[in-house]
């Protein structure tokens, strides 16, 4: 039977650390050494063993808050191909729900990237050129679906994690999905985070509100269309009605999204106007029109 287990006795944690770089490193004839980090000391390591106790694959969780990221995973070349990966991709996963964690993130390799999506984990972005040479994908895989939301509950984490990660102000601003169901979006902001010398929202605030919101309706469009791509705004015009003095509330609505999306299954950039509302409870406070344009994701072939 295989079995994953934590290296712990020096000579286990030597094995550990040979199979890692003989997997990981050696393949790019990089020295012994360069299959550590600082973070080693403080990480939880799994190490997998076949039925005759030959240690076959590697994998190391860190686990930072609500955070955990995946790394240092690799499995024996002869071994590959038989769900095995995937089996230590679950302990993983396991030992990070157990510790509470909201979100697992990683940098996979761009070959490694179609084994992670069958896991489970979404593609969000670029991620770095490692020695120089290995281009990786950033990923994330959410733990905690979004308690709040009965649509796509899943998706809406994934969108607020993506967020945390590419869009820090997003979490200091205090933005919350308050609603999806696939037609229209609303997101919440903190009034106390964005307040000004007048005890309303911050102008630049409510802006930033609105480009959220326009952006991340279209983010959850492209994976209800099954589509990749990144949403940046190249035009944004706002009118500002109202000082928002409660609860702001931004509103996005999805129509006619589908079809302006098209021409990205072509390989082309898909650009078009957005009409996003911000709510001061129930007063309309701002409208903001933005133009976006969203890139087709284009991959490093091999
Ligand atoms: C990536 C790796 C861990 C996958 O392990 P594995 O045991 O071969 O994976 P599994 O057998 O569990 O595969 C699960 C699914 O992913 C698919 N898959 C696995 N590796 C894949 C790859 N490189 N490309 C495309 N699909 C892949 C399998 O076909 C399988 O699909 P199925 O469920 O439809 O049959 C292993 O290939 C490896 O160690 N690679 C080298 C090191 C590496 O790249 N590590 C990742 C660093 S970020």
């Not at 995946?70 to 769900?83: D, K, N, S, T, V």
């Not at 796509?152 to 967020?163: A, G, I, K, M, S």
């Not at 994976?223 to 791509?229: F, K, V, Y």
Request: glycine share 8%.
């Amino acid at each position: 039977m295989y079995r994953v287990v934590t290296p712990q006795t020096a000579a286990e944690l030597d094995a550990y650390y040979q199979l890692r770089w003989e997997l990981l490193r050696k393949p790019f004839n990089l020295p012994i050494g360069s299959e550590r980090d600082e973070y080693d000391s403080v990480a939880i390591h799994r190490m997998m063993l076949a039925p005759d106790g030959t240690p076959i694959a590697v994998g190391r969780l860190f686990i930072g808050g609500d955070e955990a990221q995946i790394r240092f995973m690799a499995l024996r070349p002869e071994c590959r191909g038989q769900g095995l990966g995937t089996l230590m991709v679950d302990d993983l996963v396991q030992l990070a729900a157990a510790e509470k964690v909201k979100r697992l993130v990683m940098n996979a390799r761009e070959e490694a990237v179609e084994f992670y999506r069958k896991c489970g984990f979404l593609e969000v972005g670029g991620g770095p050129v490692t020695f120089g040479r290995i281009p990786h994908r950033q990923m994330i895989r959410s733990l905690a679906p979004l308690q709040t939301i009965q649509y796509r509950p899943e998706w809406c984490q994934d969108l607020t994690t993506r967020w945390a990660r590419g869009v820090p102000i997003s979490e200091k601003m205090g933005m919350d999905i308050s609603h999806y169901d696939g037609q229209t979006f609303h997101l919440k902001a903190n009034l106390a985070a964005n307040i000004n010398v007048h005890g309303a929202m911050f102008a630049g605030s409510i802006y930033s509100q609105c480009v959220l919101a326009g952006w991340g309706l279209i983010w959850l469009q492209l994976r209800e269309e099954g589509l990749l791509g990144e949403p940046v705004l190249a035009e944004g015009n706002i009118t500002y009605h109202h000082p928002v003095d409660e609860a702001p509330e931004a509103r996005a609505a999805r129509e006619g999204m589908p079809a302006v999306l098209q021409p990205l299954k072509a390989g082309e950039t898909a650009r078009f106007s957005l009409k996003i509302r911000l709510y001061s409870g129930s007063k309309l406070a701002a409208e903001f029109l933005g133009q976006y344009v969203v890139e087709p994701v284009k991959r490093a072939s091999h």
